[in-house]
């Protein structure tokens, strides 16, 4: 990315991030009564939860301990908080508004509007947390979705393939050893043929996934064909050219706008991720290009970080293709927005003879919490005919 547009960027983001948390955080301090012995308490950790996730994550930089950890996590939380607050506190402006137009409030709340006020304020603390730990508990429990499909080409090596995928795992300080051991036995119990991972192995910062040895981890992935991965954003965010080297050092295959023949039976895609522009300064090959010289009587398998252009995958005879990248929304009502901005944003599509599995994935970004949607481990048991 240019220096220029990086600059840009976060003085828009940290502005925003500033007024957000200044409106919340109004809004909740008029709640409070000015003889309250818990305001102070209330703006310091207002403060250290809206600054924790940008200490952690700097602190990681220079100092990888249990306090960077800390501050990682606490202001992982507090990014779904403030989501929750800032409906809340809007909610409550726009029955405001309402109410100043046609009076809407009945006299038990005018008369002690201070106290309602405060009823409101400990009524979404309360809300806010039961959500974040429902949404967390539902975060570290994956769904194995299984899918039967059939495409109409011959596999000469097998009668079937067994393709077990895990798109967005997001290794680093939320998502550790203990974590990604327990999505390894689930993947090593579907018994793959083949194990693929569309994208976001890794989180940003790689030095918690040296630290922890998350390599050991990949290296247990027990597969008949190996575990191939493409890039996604979040490797060129933290540093595509790192996390590539350590993650192929255990036992990943990186197919970087490459093919391969999988034992005679189907060819493997993996596209580079549409970040390569933006990070790498460079374009990623056409899919017509890089399927050039692919023989297209073999079932075609491709992954693709970020589903974008599907028609892309039909237009040039993919049989299979699997993306990641956006979640679900993993929050509501963020799913609303991102099925506005993508064709396909969690599930199963058939298009033309290109089947699509868009997966919400099994890790989170940012709040280790998922509300709307189930974490997901995608297992394709796929038949040739």
């Avoid at 102070?40 to 930089?61: P, T």
């Amino acid at each position: 990315m240019k220096p220029i547009l990086f600059i840009l960027f976060f003085s828009i983001f940290f502005a925003v991030y500033g007024l957000l948390n200044y409106y919340i955080f109004i809004r909740g301090f008029q709640a409070i009564p000015h003889t309250a012995s818990y305001r102070i308490h209330y703006i310091i950790i207002f403060i250290v939860a809206a600054l924790s996730f940008f200490l952690g994550r700097i602190l990681e930089n220079y100092w990888l301990s249990p306090v960077s950890k800390t501050f990682v996590w606490i202001g992982s939380f507090w990014l779904a908080s403030m989501l929750y607050f800032f409906i809340a506190v809007v909610l409550f402006d726009v029955v405001r508004l309402l109410n100043s137009l046609i009076p809407l409030f009945p006299k038990y709340i005018i008369h002690n509007y201070q106290l309602t006020k405060q009823i409101l304020f400990f009524s979404v603390l309360v809300i806010v947390v039961a959500s974040l730990i429902a949404g967390h508990i539902n975060a570290i429990n994956p769904v194995i979705k299984k899918i039967n499909l059939t495409v109409s080409k011959k596999g000469r090596g097998m009668q079937s393939l067994n393709i077990v995928a895990a798109s967005d795992i997001h290794l680093g300080s939320i998502i550790g050893k203990s974590r990604f051991d327990d999505i390894v036995s689930i993947i090593n119990s579907l018994d793959p043929d083949i194990v693929l991972l569309p994208g976001d192995i890794v989180d940003e910062d790689l030095k918690p996934v040296i630290k922890e040895n998350l390599g050991e981890s990949l290296r247990n992935i027990k597969s008949k064909f190996g575990v191939f991965a493409v890039t996604g954003n979040h490797e060129y965010i933290g540093g595509v050219e790192e996390a590539v080297a350590y993650l192929t050092e255990n036992g990943v295959r990186f197919l970087r706008d490459e093919t391969v023949l999988l034992n005679h039976t189907a060819y493997l895609v993996g596209r580079e991720d549409r970040s390569v522009n933006r990070f790498g300064n460079k374009d990623r090959k056409s899919l017509k290009e890089l399927i050039s010289h692919v023989d297209e009587s073999y079932p075609i398998i491709m992954m693709d970080h970020q589903p974008f252009q599907l028609a892309t995958a039909k237009e040039n005879g993919i049989d299979l293709q699997l993306s990641g990248h956006t979640h679900g929304g993993q929050l509501w009502p963020l799913n609303f927005i991102t099925d506005a901005v993508y064709e396909l944003s969690c599930g199963y599509k058939k298009n033309g003879g290109t089947n699509i599995y868009v997966s919400c994935g099994i890790g989170t970004w940012g709040p280790p919490v998922r509300l709307g949607n189930r974490p997901e481990i995608v297992n394709i048991r796929l038949d040739f005919e």
